[in-house]
């Protein structure tokens, strides 16, 4: 079977059970393109807003330490309390920029997919040690598709720095002889162009790039026709089985029926199709149907009835509106009390008659 449904075509679009066992799995549609664009675009973002106070942060420290380094001290100690010092100044400087590039990581994954714990791909796979599955690795369509991306991503940004720095080509010459002081803002200025526009150029790869991993994880969780039966036989039980369930609760059911048909106080039939009996005792709030049926089951009704001297009426309207709206164990509509308690009246009136005549 499980040869059968490796070779089926896949053409069916997976349902929604298939796609949370692949999330389970943690098997989702991920570019690494989205993540390295927000990785990207946040080091741009800290580099244009923190890296004049980083370099301020920087600044005064180290250069009082370099000041002041005939002060250091160079045995264990001094040293372990110049690195603790160093330590606490770089978390100050670089926290809060290293934080943001940390979420800019996080939500380079979170915009593709929900958050997934799986230790699926932990597991040892012998199949990851084959060289076949390895040379379809390597010669296949995913990594076709990855020189392909790669190839485009080096020409294309090849092509924007080229278009970014082609202008200020020969300021870039002049540099060498500029004052340090003007050359950190020209290189500054310089490099966010660049970052933008890279920026700009890899967003449109990372979209690209998701839409095609999105549409080979799809194509991967289709599923064939012989798969869509097995989950549905799973998600809503096999017919036969659901079948025999049905006809064991049933058979239950009438057994449970036909032994309470005894403790009847009345029969009323249709005569042939239908059969409704109730119970009914002093102090009872209304009378109560212990059996129905129709047609074969009806028939045991009476047969049963007959057999424990249990008073049969006929009553056309009445059997057919008892069996319509009352169930077993239910106490009878308030509607059909008037004609339930002409019958059992009746009936009640027959049983004192007999008992006068034996006495």
């Not at 076709?144 to 200020?168: E, R, S, Y």
């Not at 660049?194 to 449109?204: F, G, H, I, N, Y």
Request: include cysteine; glycine fraction near 6%.
């Amino acid at each position: 079977m499980a040869d059968e449904n490796e070779g089926a075509e896949k053409t069916e679009d997976p349902t929604q059970k298939r796609l949370d066992d692949a999330l389970e799995r943690g098997d989702v549609a991920k570019s690494q393109e989205v993540n390295t664009w927000f990785v990207i675009a946040g080091g741009a973002l800290v580099l244009a807003t923190f890296s004049g106070s980083v370099g301020s942060s920087l600044h005064n420290p180290l250069r009082n330490l370099l000041a002041n380094s005939w002060m250091i001290r160079t045995d264990g100690a001094g040293l372990l309390a110049l690195a603790r010092d160093l330590e606490y100044i770089l978390i100050v400087a670089l926290g809060v920029p290293f934080l943001m590039l940390a979420i800019a990581a996080i939500a380079g994954n979170i915009v593709q997919h929900r958050f997934v714990w799986s230790a699926e791909s932990l597991k040892p796979k012998l199949s990851k040690l084959s060289p076949l599955a390895g040379a379809k690795r390597i010669f296949g369509k995913q990594a076709a598709a990855n020189f392909a991306k790669g190839l485009f991503k080096v020409i294309a940004l090849g092509a924007v720095m080229t278009m970014v720095l082609w202008p200020d080509r020969f300021r870039l010459d002049g540099m060498i002889r500029s004052d340090p002081s003007t050359l950190i803002e020209s290189t500054t200025t310089l490099t966010m162009h660049l970052l933008t526009a890279v920026v700009a150029m890899l967003a449109l790869v990372a979209i690209a790039d998701y839409l095609f991993q999105y549409r080979q994880w799809f194509e991967r969780q289709k599923m064939s026709l012989q798969e869509m039966k097995e989950e549905f036989k799973q998600s809503e039980g096999d017919p036969h089985v659901k079948g025999r369930i049905r006809q064991l609760r049933h058979a239950r059911m009438k057994k449970r029926m036909m032994a309470a048909v005894p403790k009847a106080s009345v029969i009323i039939t249709n005569p042939t199709h239908y059969a409704v009996a109730l119970q009914y005792e002093r102090g009872m709030p209304a009378p109560i149907c212990v059996a129905k049926g129709t047609d074969a089951i009806a028939l045991k009704i009476r047969e049963v009835g007959k057999e424990h001297d249990i008073p049969i009426v006929e009553n056309v309207p009445l059997a057919r509106a008892l069996y319509a709206t009352v169930e077993i164990d239910e106490e009878i509509p308030v509607e059909h009390y008037h004609a339930v308690a002409e019958i059992i009246g009746y009936v009640m009136g027959l049983k004192r008659g007999l008992s006068g005549r034996r006495t």
